[in-house]
């Protein structure tokens, strides 16, 4: 990630399978000064992500998606105010508890984020978290067989 980060004009960045194989990935403050779509996507060996405040100042659009091993969302991407859409898919159980404890303070910060899941039986048994959640934008499932109309 140190030498991709720097690069002055990336504005994609796909990162599917065996293309980062480490446990942990940082993103340094100054990282990644364009970039506006991150795409992670298989990434079986991930286990911790870090995102340095000032990093990414560009993101746009967020996707994470089986990434079995991730503990969690990286604190620092409450900083990136450009920040739009999230979206998370077929994630363990414990990734997405980690993301029910913090998602109050994260939607506390970040106004008009949309946030789409792909797990609908996590989002049946969690929706009241987003209730509250005033400063959330949207708020999407996705390939749902058992939910009820979900509007904020």
């Not at 990630?1 to 480490?22: S, V």
């Not at 990093?55 to 604190?75: G, T, V, Y």
């Not at 159980?93 to 996590?122: A, M, P, Q």
Request: glycine share 4%; aromatic share 12%; hydrophobic share 40%.
């Amino acid at each position: 990630m140190p030498t991709l980060e720097k690069l002055p004009y990336l504005r994609m960045f796909d990162l599917h399978e065996k293309a980062f194989i480490g446990k942990e990935m940082f993103c340094s403050a100054q990282g990644f000064p364009k970039l506006e779509s991150l795409i992670l996507i298989e990434l079986n060996n991930l286990e911790e992500w870090k995102v340095g405040e000032g990093a990414m100042p560009s993101l746009q659009r967020l996707e994470i998606q089986s990434c079995i091993q991730l503990k969690k969302l990286p604190d620092g991407l409450r900083f990136i105010v450009t920040l739009q859409e999230v979206k998370i898919g077929s994630m363990r159980k414990t990734f997405k508890d980690k993301v029910e404890e913090e998602e109050e303070d994260f939607c506390k910060v970040r106004h008009g984020l949309s946030i789409i899941f792909h797990d609908c039986e996590w989002y049946r048994s969690h929706c009241h978290l987003f209730y509250s959640a005033a400063a959330l934008h949207a708020y999407h499932v996705k390939l749902c067989r058992w939910c009820e109309i979900f509007v904020l």
